[in-house]
């Protein structure tokens, strides 16, 4: 079974510019996450998605991060512009949609190694 | 607000020895995770805690649960050098809004 695959895996980038990272999750996972991770850090939750509906993005910082996930697979996170605080990795999980007991394990992608020059 | 506290943050350890990671959380939560990730890598999901007093064991390690203490525990017993990583216990909590948090992670490494 694949992963959850994620591009670009590195992307250096000039402050300023814009960035987009991709994330296809594990087919059948309805719910998609979006974490950002400091050196050193654990992963911080940006936003959730259930199928195509962001129901948490309260983390998000919405005056220059951005996100999709059309027809409910793939996702996509946008930094426009991007500033030398945004260099982190960016990690992709996802997992099956919670139902009473059964575990709602998430499955990280590789992630993409964002440096903000 | 949901916490989450791991101590310690770094842990040399000798092969063979045994050694335990704690994870504290501030509120209720629905259940407890625990990952490992290598330098460079991705987490890989190790344990799922549900409920009071869960055990899950693979290998080395053993996950614990007591909801009463908000308190999970991660014990290594006769660590090996293939168990060097960093290890993340996160804990879920969906009553009202949604929380995913993530603890500080444990840095260790082990000394052939």
């Known amino acids: 079974e694949a992963g959850v695959v994620q591009s670009p895996r590195y992307k250096i980038i000039e402050k300023k510019q814009p960035v987009a990272f991709w994330c296809n999750p594990i087919s059948g996972h309805n719910t998609l996450y979006w974490y950002l991770q400091n050196l050193g850090q654990g992963p911080e939750l940006l936003i959730r998605?259930?199928?195509?509906?962001?129901?948490?993005d309260s983390q998000l910082p919405k005056d220059r991060f951005s996100a999709e996930r059309l027809k409910g697979v793939d996702s996509t996170l946008k930094i426009q512009p991007a500033e030398l605080g945004d260099s982190a990795v960016y990690l992709c999980a996802s997992s099956q949609r919670w139902q009473g007991n059964s575990a709602d394990t998430q499955y990280f992608g590789p992630g993409t190694r964002l440096t903000v020059l | 607000e949901l916490k989450v506290e791991q101590n310690p943050l770094f842990l040399s350890m000798q092969e063979g020895k045994n050694y335990t990671i704690y994870c504290n959380y501030s509120?209720?939560?629905?259940?407890l995770y625990w990952y490992r990730q290598d330098p460079g890598k991705s987490l890989e999901s190790l344990f799922v805690?549900?409920?009071?007093?869960a055990v899950k064991q693979e290998g080395r390690l053993m996950a614990s649960l007591d909801t009463k203490a908000r308190l999970s525990t991660l014990h290594i017993t006769a660590a090996v050098h293939d168990l060097s990583a960093t290890y993340f216990c996160a804990v879920a909590h969906t009553s009202g809004t949604y929380k995913y948090i993530f603890g500080t992670g444990t840095r260790l490494k082990v000394l052939a």
């Open positions: 509120t209720t939560s629905d259940r």
């Open positions: 998605y259930e199928n195509e509906e962001a129901v948490d």
């Open positions: 805690l549900l409920s009071n007093g």
